[in-house]
């Protein structure tokens, strides 16, 4: 399944979310989008100091293509 990446009012990363919730606090205005690939979406309000759950990258040396995708 994919995600959405978030980023906070100061640029620093957040929790990726479902892209549902993007979805809502774009309708909402809430977020704005920051980057269409990969699709990441910026907060407009501050939220209070987190740090994000560590996520890993993976890479898949295929045959033709290589593919990436980033895990937790």
């Given at each position: ?5 978030v980023?906070d009012?100061?640029k620093r990363?957040?929790?990726p ?6 979805r809502?606090l774009?309708t ?8 269409r ?9 501050a ?9 890993r ?7 033709t293509t ?5 895990v937790n």
């Amino acid at each position: 399944m994919s995600f959405v990446f978030v980023l906070d009012t100061h640029k620093r990363p957040l929790d990726p979310v479902h892209p549902g919730r993007a979805r809502l606090l774009l309708t909402q205005q809430k977020a704005a989008v920051y980057r269409r690939f990969p699709f990441t979406i910026l907060l407009k309000e501050a939220q209070p100091a987190r740090t994000p759950t560590p996520l890993r990258v993976k890479i898949d040396p295929g045959s033709t293509t290589t593919g990436m995708a980033v895990v937790n």
